[in-house]
């Protein structure tokens, strides 16, 4: 039995003003990790899965939550601060188990970054049963 999700061409949006915390200078771990003043792919990233997860959101059941489990993307433009930037996911059907998505985020000035993603849902449960075993190791 096939369960129940989105149709093929389902989008939603993540939208931010590029603020300090967004910032690649703001990702470093030491002192030494110099980056610059713009929007850090890994912010990019996650405006893509959090845009992912809300097209899944109305079809997980209590107990649920969607995860994210492979992401391709080119980040192909600097955003500074302050800027206005949109991640948009469309949902494009299932491979196996997994939703698979064409993520894409633009600022005002065009095209900051694409790829696709894939994202399964699982038991909120299990998930932090597993995280918890293996932060005991």
């Known amino acids: 039995m096939i369960e129940p999700g989105p149709e093929p061409g389902a989008s939603a949006t993540c ?9 690649a200078s703001a990702v470093g ?6 980056f610059p003043a713009v929007l850090a792919t ?9 845009a992912a997860a809300r097209v899944l959101n ?3 059941e ?11 993307v080119s980040h192909s433009a600097a955003t500074p601060p302050g800027s206005a930037v949109s991640a948009a996911a469309t949902y494009r059907g299932r491979d196996g188990k997994l939703f ?10 065009g095209e900051v970054g ?20 293996r932060g005991a190791r």
Not at 29 to 34: F, G, K, L, P, W
Not at 62 to 72: A, F, I, R, W
Not at 100 to 109: H, S, T, Y
């Open 58 to 60: 109305p079809y997980l």
């Open 29 to 34: 771990v030491e002192a030494r990790d110099e």
């Open 62 to 72: 209590p107990g649920e939550s969607s995860v994210g489990v492979t992401l391709d």
């Open 100 to 109: 698979l998505f064409d993520v894409a985020v633009r600022d005002p000035a």
């Open 42 to 50: 890994a912010r990019m990233v996650a405006l893509m899965e959090i």
């Open 114 to 133: 694409r790829g696709t993603h894939r994202r399964a849902i699982v038991s909120s449960q299990r998930l932090l049963a597993g995280a918890a075993r």
């Open 15 to 23: 939208d931010i003003v590029v603020g300090a915390s967004d910032l």
